[in-house]
């Protein structure tokens, strides 16, 4: 028989479009009490969706940021502030890297998520790297809706995980710890990518301002070229009727001389 926990996991695993119908006759078939809970599961908003699906899709990658969070976590009374400003930013880079692929995946899925959607799916990955019960939330890949953290109080998981057993809260689980050079080489290799993709863009926008200045050098001498032209057709209507004028000048005299 199966438990809520088990028909939820399986039903958050659906297109939102689908969830509804195949919910209700879920809970149709299941009947009892346990029908009832599932009937009660609400529909997950789109980042929650889109982070259940980078959950279920990428472990690998989610299990590395949610380790990495684990250990920045631990190592923070350790690193001066320094190390720790630029950690947290190439931190950032790399949830928003993931977010980013959390987009792709809904897209190849055939359901789209909006900009708006994007950043709450950053937001959360950003809360589950920031605590450890919001690690095993996204974990979970039942989110019901996209979690936020202010880096003082605990994540807010009321209502935030779909077919949560009687337990007041979810156990907060630390992802195994990784090595905190290792974690940090990673980084940086991630930084260099970064850095990388900027200097394409900064080439990508020189190329285009390069062809902006041809094309518009092309468009004056264009117009150049249709000015000469439009003086030439000119020339050619004048030479052409004063060719008219010789040629019936012609034909006076040749009617006078036969005269």
């Known amino acids: 028989m199966p438990d809520l926990e088990s028909v939820a996991t399986e039903l958050y695993a659906l297109l939102p479009a689908d969830f509804t119908a195949a919910r209700n006759e879920r809970a149709k078939q299941l009947g009892g ?4 809970k ?3 599961l609400p529909k997950p908003s789109s980042p929650a969706w889109a982070t259940n ?3 279920r899709s990428k472990p690998a990658e989610m299990a590395q ?3 990495l969070g684990a250990s920045l976590r631990d190592a923070q009374d ?3 502030r320094v190390t720790l400003t630029k950690l947290g930013k190439q931190r950032r880079a790399l949830v928003s890297a993931l977010a980013k692929e959390a987009a792709a995946l809904a897209r190849e899925a055939g359901q789209a998520i909006n900009p708006a959607a994007v950043v709450d ?3 959360t990955l950003q809360a589950a790297m920031s605590d450890a019960s919001a690690a095993a939330a996204v974990s979970s890949a039942r989110l019901v809706r996209a979690l936020s953290a202010d880096g003082v109080e605990d994540v807010d998981l009321e209502g935030a995980v779909a077919g949560q057993a009687a ?3 979810l156990r907060a689980v630390d992802p195994s710890p990784i090595d905190l050079a290792k974690a940090r080489r990673a980084l940086e290799t991630a930084e260099d990518a970064l850095r990388t993709a900027a200097r394409a863009a900064r080439d990508a926008v020189d190329d285009r301002a390069s062809l902006e200045s041809e094309r518009d050098d092309l468009r004056e001498q264009l117009a150049d070229i249709e000015g000469e032209l439009l003086d030439a057709s000119r020339a050619v209507e004048r030479t052409e009727k004063e060719r008219k004028k010789a040629a019936r000048a012609v034909d006076r005299a040749r009617a006078t001389l036969d005269d």
């Not at 009490?33 to 009832?36: P, S």
């Open 78 to 80: 350790d690193l001066d």
């Open 53 to 55: 699906l980078l959950a």
């Open 65 to 67: 940021l949610l380790a």
């Open 33 to 36: 009490e346990l029908g009832k």
């Open 121 to 123: 799916v950053e937001r």
């Open 38 to 40: 599932v009937k009660a």
């Open 167 to 169: 337990a007041p809260a």
